[in-house]
């Protein structure tokens, strides 16, 4: 119980933050972290990248959505798949073109309406919204554990076989680091947390 409660205490905290910084401070932090990730090796041999569409002031992903397009890339947005068999609903990915039709989802995010999905086994990189996160690539989110479940299968066992995995990179301001976050079993550990200042992978 105190693992939730401190996260609880920290997502109000990181949330009000967040949702203070100016447009200027967002739009020069976003250019950075674009800036970076399209440089990287990473994004050149990656084929299949699912972003998300941001809110709330979180690192924007519109630039990287328009270089994928230009791109013999192809681009994916989450859409909340709910189920009668999870607690947690997971994501399912669709395809996302510039003629993607979207309407906005009960938490007020565009989601791709009538569109071909895939499953993440498909993907090479998922960028990732938080926030908060830790020098080991945990992250917090909003706590609906949507992530969480959706990936929920990396944390099994795979009898010494190799399971493909797409590169989980969190997109974050460089404030949003914090010393340790409080973890609890279910918790996906990121590939990466790409800032302003640093490509931090654990």
């Known amino acids: 119980m105190s693992s939730m409660l401190d996260k609880m205490k920290l997502r109000r905290h990181m949330y009000h933050v967040r949702t203070e910084l100016t447009d200027e401070m967002c739009h020069q932090a976003t250019k950075s972290i674009t800036n970076h990730f399209l440089q990287s090796q990473l994004f050149k ?23 994928i397009w230009q791109s013999d890339k192809t681009c994916y947005l989450p859409v909340l798949s709910e189920s009668s068999q999870r607690t947690v609903p997971q994501l399912c990915f669709a395809h996302y073109t510039s003629q993607t039709e979207l309407q906005k989802n009960c938490y007020g995010i565009n989601e791709p309406i009538e569109a071909e999905y895939c499953s993440w086994q498909v993907l090479d990189i998922v960028l990732v919204p938080l926030l908060a996160f830790d020098a080991d690539a945990y992250r917090l989110g909003m706590g609906k554990g949507y992530y969480d479940a959706t990936f929920a299968d990396l944390l099994e066992p795979q009898n010494g076989s190799v399971k493909k995995a797409p590169y989980l990179l969190g997109l974050a301001y460089a404030f949003q680091e914090v010393a340790f976050l409080p973890r609890d079993q279910w918790d996906i550990q990121l590939r990466g947390i790409l800032t302003e200042k640093s490509w931090i992978e654990p």
């Open 45 to 67: 041999q990656s084929q299949h990248i699912a972003v998300y569409h941001a809110v709330a002031n979180e690192v924007d992903t519109h630039l990287v959505v328009e270089r």
